[in-house]
């Protein structure tokens, strides 16, 4: 069993940066890809960024491509979304997910394991 915390959510201001941190423990954190989603107000979960086992795999959503980087650390259990030029409409509930085998997946189905959500809140 996997467990997920995010962390590194919060209130800024359009323009601005922020990275969310996902620590997992419990598993062999290498074995995993790790993907990222979010749920904004009154809409429905959807795929932000994945990366693969080893990190040499990444994967965007058009919305964030060019502004949000993921990466891991697998010596520290963690993976990260680094958020640049943040937008209103990038205010979400996001939440990191982990794929025990698998490839970098764009949809939920194939995660096995989620976080709780770290709130991120983006004013105009």
């Known amino acids: 069993q996997v467990q997920l915390v995010e962390s590194g959510g919060g209130l800024v201001q359009a323009g601005d940066s922020l990275r969310l941190s996902c620590a997992a423990s419990?598993?062999?954190?290498?074995?995993?890809?790790m993907g990222w989603f979010r749920q904004g107000p009154g809409k429905e979960r959807e795929f932000v960024a994945a990366i693969s086992t080893n990190g040499g795999r990444t994967y965007y959503a058009d919305s964030v491509k060019g502004r949000f980087t993921i990466s891991r650390d697998n010596s520290k259990n963690t993976v990260y979304l680094r958020m640049n030029s943040l937008k209103p409409e990038d205010t979400a509930v996001y939440y990191c997910a982990a794929d025990l085998w698998g490839s970098p997946a764009v949809v939920a189905g194939p995660y096995d394991y989620w976080g709780q959500g770290t709130r991120v809140t983006v004013s105009s």
């Open positions: 419990g598993g062999i954190f290498s074995n995993y890809a």
